[in-house]
């Protein structure tokens, strides 16, 4: 960074440090680029759940490692997840999962075919 922007390191440490202390960063990470973003297949899943089942089913869908977002949701869904699993057979057995949780009433998928926008950090 310090050599991209022509600085010493000491003054991008420095800069860092304080923009960490007042609260400006919050945190850092990382981003797969290349042919390692590549290999995996995501999916929006839209969750319907039985009356007063949903901090049953949010904590065991919060236990799938291939969880990355989970929000609750106005309309058709009760919650909408993101998914990214190695491949399309563990998607597909991701999905009976979820399926097969107790208070699940419904589930509804669309597989990611192309990101066209990430402003992701």
Not at 13 to 23: F, H, I
């Amino acid at each position: 960074l310090a050599r991209k922007l022509g600085v010493a390191r000491t003054t991008v440490v420095a800069r860092l440090a304080r923009l960490e202390g007042n609260g400006r960063i919050v945190g850092y990470t990382a981003r797969l680029g290349g042919d390692e973003a590549g290999r995996s297949v995501q999916a929006f899943v839209g969750i319907t759940v039985s009356p007063k089942a949903g901090r049953e089913v949010v904590k065991r869908l919060s236990e799938l490692p291939e969880l990355r977002q989970l929000a609750s949701v106005s309309g058709e869904f009760d919650y909408m997840a993101l998914l990214r699993a190695d491949t399309t057979a563990r998607l597909d057995a991701l999905l009976d999962e979820i399926g097969d949780i107790d208070g699940v009433l419904r589930t509804n998928s669309s597989v990611v075919l192309a990101l066209r926008v990430d402003r992701q950090t």
